[in-house]
């Protein structure tokens, strides 16, 4: 068994969509497809995505990332009912939202959101920041609750043992998996890349390996005993920093490195 990760596939784009379109439905069969989030808004086109996916994979796990749940042009009017729309839709298309394992291997989905643990956010982030305006939040969900409110979500998977453990987020688990090349100028969208409170959920997991996506900065980096891993496909635009492929990130013919 093999293990792919993509994220961040925005088929919003025609070109993006396409390339979902061409993936194999015969390469893959016996293989697994982790989709870190932010696939559309547009629900259609996330069904369209999915329906797809589940042709061409073994077994294809997701969680939503901040786009999924914007609500700004759909019908529905709040974004805690987009994610459960969102979900059920995955449920019933044969897309997992929760753990898997087969054999050796557990794959576990941590859902997640940012809290401004990696720094407070400055008046040009609140200003340009889609999120503020595309999601719509009950009364006191504030970026700091609904991060508590979707990490809690996750507590009853972290006493997974197994000899390999893969984690995967949307948001980022912490802020130095980012390279040290990005600009400064460029950082003041760190407050809205992810929180802590999802590492300590990978540290909880000792996760072998953690997938993540929403930066489209890709990289795999070894940190703590972890490897972090991002292959976001991003936008058409978007070719210095993200890659247009699938990325094996586990193979059960090359297991990892142990380090218990």
């Known amino acids: ?33 982790i989709l870190a989030g932010d696939i559309s808004d547009n629900l259609k086109l996330l069904c369209r995505c999915f329906d797809h996916l589940v042709k061409c994979f073994k077994k294809v796990l997701f969680v939503p990332g901040n786009h999924d749940l914007w609500v700004f042009r759909n019908e529905i009017d709040c974004s805690l009912e987009k994610f459960h729309v969102v979900n059920e839709l995955a449920s019933q298309l044969g897309i997992s939202t929760d753990t898997y394992q087969e054999g050796g291997v557990s794959i576990v989905p941590l859902l997640g959101w ?22 719509k939040w009950p009364a ?13 979500k996750n507590k009853d998977r972290l006493d997974v043992e197994n000899d390999t453990v893969i984690s995967f987020s949307h948001f980022l688990p912490r802020i130095d998996v980012m390279p040290s090349y990005i600009p400064k100028r460029f950082r003041y969208i760190y407050p809205v890349l992810g929180s802590t409170l999802i590492e300590k959920q990978v540290r909880a997991l000792n996760s072998d390996i953690h997938i993540y996506g929403h930066s489209h900065v890709n990289r795999r980096v070894r940190l703590d005993g972890t490897t ?30 142990k380090r218990r």
């Open 140 to 152: 006191g969900y504030d970026e700091r609750y609904l991060t508590q409110f979707f990490t809690g």
């Open 228 to 257: 972090y891993i991002n292959n976001a496909f991003g936008s058409p635009a978007e070719r210095r920093t993200t890659s247009k492929k699938l990325r094996c990130i586990y193979d059960s013919e090359k297991p990892p490195t």
């Open 1 to 33: 068994m093999r293990v792919f990760a993509v994220s961040d596939v925005h088929v919003d784009y025609e070109e993006n969509e396409t390339w979902i379109y061409l993936i194999s439905k015969t390469e893959y069969k016996d293989d697994v497809l």
């Open 114 to 135: 940012y809290d401004f643990s990696f720094g407070a956010p400055c008046a040009q982030i609140k200003s340009s920041w889609m999120d503020f305006t595309a999601c």
